[in-house]
């Protein structure tokens, strides 16, 4: 069907040759988004191979190089296929009509009439001679997208749909696909020692005593109060690193509260509010409910730590590195430096993990400003597993408040939730700030600007599904943004939405009970989107749902406009929380690989359960006092649950959003399973151990 609006990334990126150019044999797709684990590359490989009419071994697909690739922005906000996707099939497409149009030309042929197999040319079943690659010096791509070639009706899918092998995984499986498996020759090793807390001072350094720590000949280079280790060696300089913690002394900066994620703090902050109606005037006549609710700080936790090389050769900076937005990394690494943009280089290479802002950006930093000191050779820089829990940008914590007026019939009349947040959004650029932290540490270093936060038109950041999609007649949203709280806060996987899912899921729970009515019956009588309704319904269905005093809902449609998620958990409650099976239906539109589909599903339902069960960062002396694994459990493997997924057939809806998901509705049916068993709800994540006792040993 012919498309009457261009997705962003096409209008970003409007030329046909940003997207689409014939290599001898292959068809070379470029692709701003990068794989960080999702999947993307084998789903946009599908995109591609299905609108060209061409097999996907023949697509070769660049992604996340600054040199080649359409500027797409982030990887974030589960965009990926529903703006980049949508963007590669309209452009496929009309390279695909435009090449038909020109060899029906030739032939005398309409248009319709002509048939491409492979990326080969057919007319009434005989091969025409000509394929893409024969006739590209004749056809100029650098032409601006119109949108108006048709794409093709899912009744004639081929290769969207059905499951790919996953292109990314040989490589990892062999032991060579990540950013830390880099070894170029002339390589130069590097640590960087980390501050405290922001705008810490260096006042002294032993330098003698780290020399002799790292048990070889180190390079001590020190700007400001940026200090970096170098070695021919990678063991010289983590020892020198590790040494360095101890036998170095900081002055000054903001040091960390140590009650900073007690929402009572949170709520005595500088904080600019607004707040937004939807619907008709106030109602306050009824029976007024009101619950608090509350998250705390949580880190990355990726299962690597960060790590990027750089090279600066013939005064052309080359860096490479697991960031999320290679062009946003390489306009900021260039203006921290001072140089052009066009004398840098940014090259996407996978990682381990993301799941939002992590440490990928400062590592590149790193390595591209000592490679600037270093020309001529490679840098490469890999933190440490304690500076990335001490240095790493934070999730932030909330204060959710929810109250509702309800009526007669114990159904919400007026509804307001109310949050109490720093910001989701600090990543290099946002707010006009580089947001690097080895860029922070040099001399002269830049004043912040004000930070805001991510802006509702783009889903939000502590607004994120703050808004339910429930049938609510008058809905208020107060949102108090704390952006002068002492910490680096910024994207984690979900945003604000996971926990604005847990209250607003609990809350229902809680309503629900007061009606005296079933959880599931007390949500379909609030909910008139079909689609919702749907899965709702088949979640409920999936699981058996019934009375069972160890089952819990939760459903949420992430940032009411990309996919739909109902999940059900069942947990046994002793002294600690073990969830033993998960169901979740999802309705995700058009899906374009049913097992990525899953295992992002999959992956958010893990993730969900290990923040509302164990993961908090904690705070001592000024700083993060999240030190190893130890301070920062997550879920293991022997913990995950068993999980069933049902993805509802709805091939002829746009493809939506899918990677957060089910992060949210996985937590808020955890909560209310364990409100269930314990007779008694827990409103302040984690659902810990601590809290578990507290909670059995008051009742």
């Known amino acids: 069907m012919p498309s009457s609006a261009l997705p962003q990334s096409l209008v970003d990126n409007p030329l046909l040759s940003q997207w689409v150019a014939f290599d001898p044999g292959r068809v070379r797709v470029a692709t701003g988004k990068v794989e960080i684990g999702q999947g993307i590359l084998t789903a946009l490989t599908q995109i591609a191979a299905e609108e060209l009419d061409v097999e996907p071994a023949r697509v070769h697909l660049v992604s996340g190089d600054t040199d080649l690739s359409p500027r797409e922005g982030f990887t974030s906000g589960s965009y990926s296929i529903s703006v980049g996707g949508a963007a590669i099939r309209l452009a496929c497409a009309e390279v695909r009509a435009l090449y038909l149009e020109y060899v029906a030309e030739r032939v005398g042929a309409r248009t319709h009439e002509v048939a491409v197999q492979n990326g080969r040319f057919f007319f009434e079943g005989k091969d025409l001679g000509h394929d893409y690659w024969s006739l590209a010096p004749k056809i100029d791509l650098r032409r601006r997208a119109t949108g108006t070639a048709p794409t093709k009706a899912p009744a004639e899918y081929r290769v969207v749909g059905r499951d790919l092998p996953r292109l990314d995984l040989p490589a990892k499986l062999a032991g060579a696909a990540f950013i830390h498996d880099l070894w170029p020759e002339n390589l130069l090793h590097a640590r960087v020692l980390r501050r405290p807390w922001r705008d810490a001072r260096l006042v002294s350094l032993e330098e003698e005593k780290i020399r002799k720590a790292a048990g070889a000949p180190i390079e001590i280079l020190r700007e400001g109060d940026f200090v970096a280790f170098l070695s021919q060696e990678e063991t010289t300089v983590m020892r020198a690193a590790e040494a360095a913690r101890t036998r170095a002394r900081w002055e000054g900066g903001e040091p960390v509260p140590a009650d900073i994620e007690d929402p009572a703090w949170l709520k005595q902050q500088f904080a600019r509010s607004r707040t937004v109606h939807k619907g008709l005037e106030s109602k306050n006549e009824g029976t007024i409910v009101e619950r608090r609710y509350s998250r705390p700080f949580l880190t990355y936790a990726s299962i690597g730590p960060s790590c990027a090389l750089a090279e600066l050769k013939d ?385």
């Not at 270093?374 to 840098?379: A, D, L, N």
């Not at 969830?579 to 893990?606: F, M, S, Y």
């Not at 694994?629 to 999980?643: K, N, V």
């Open 315 to 699: 005064g052309h900076l080359h860096v490479w590195s697991h960031c999320q937005g290679p062009d946003h990394l390489r306009d900021w690494i260039a203006k921290a430096l001072g140089m052009e943009a066009s004398r840098v280089s940014v090259h996407h290479r996978q990682g381990a993990g993301a799941y939002g802002h992590n440490t990928a950006d400062d590592a590149a930093f790193d390595a591209a400003f000592l490679a600037t000191r270093k020309p001529g050779r490679t840098v490469r820089v890999q933190w440490a597993r304690e500076d990335e829990f001490l240095a790493a940008p934070v999730s932030p914590a909330c204060a959710i408040e929810l109250r509702a007026v309800l009526g007669a019939d114990k159904r919400p009349l007026d509804w307001t939730i109310e949050l109490w947040s720093p910001p989701h959004a600090q990543r290099p650029g946002m707010n006009g700030n580089a947001n690097l932290a080895g860029a922070e540490a040099l001399p002269d270093a830049p004043a912040r600007n004000e930070v805001a936060d991510v802006p509702d038109e783009r889903g939000g950041g502590a607004t994120r599904n703050a808004w339910p999609i429930y049938d609510f007649a008058n809905q208020r949203l107060i949102h108090h943004l704390l952006s002068r709280v002492p910490l680096r806060t910024s994207s984690l996987r979900g945003l604000g939405a996971w926990g604005n899912v847990f209250a607003i899921e609990s809350f229902m729970d809680e309503l629900a009970e007061m009606a005296g009515e079933d959880p599931v019956a007390y949500r379909l009588s609030l909910l008139s989107d079909p689609r919702a309704r749907r899965v709702v319904e088949a979640a409920a269905r999936m699981s058996g749902w019934s009375e069972k005093p160890n089952l819990g809902f939760g459903f949420a449609r992430y940032k009411n406009i990309a996919s739909y998620a109902a999940v059900v958990a069942e947990v046994d409650v002793q002294e600690e929380v073990r969830v033993k099976r998960v169901w979740c239906a999802v309705d995700a539109g058009l899906v374009i690989t049913p097992d990525g589909a899953r295992n992002q599903i999959e992956g958010g339902i893990v993730m969900g359960a290990s923040f509302v069960l164990k993961e908090r960062v904690r705070f001592a002396d000024g700083k993060v006092a999240t030190a190893s694994w130890d301070d920062y459990p997550i879920l293991r493997f022997s913990e995950a649950p068993g999980i069933e997924i049902e993805l509802i057939e709805a091939r002829d809806e746009p493809a939506l959003g899918l990677g957060e998901a089910s992060v949210g509705p996985t937590g808020a049916a955890i909560g209310n399973a364990v409100a269930r068993v314990l007779g008694q709800r827990i409103r302040d994540l984690p659902l810990s151990r601590e809290r578990i006792m507290s909670t059995l040993l008051n009742s």
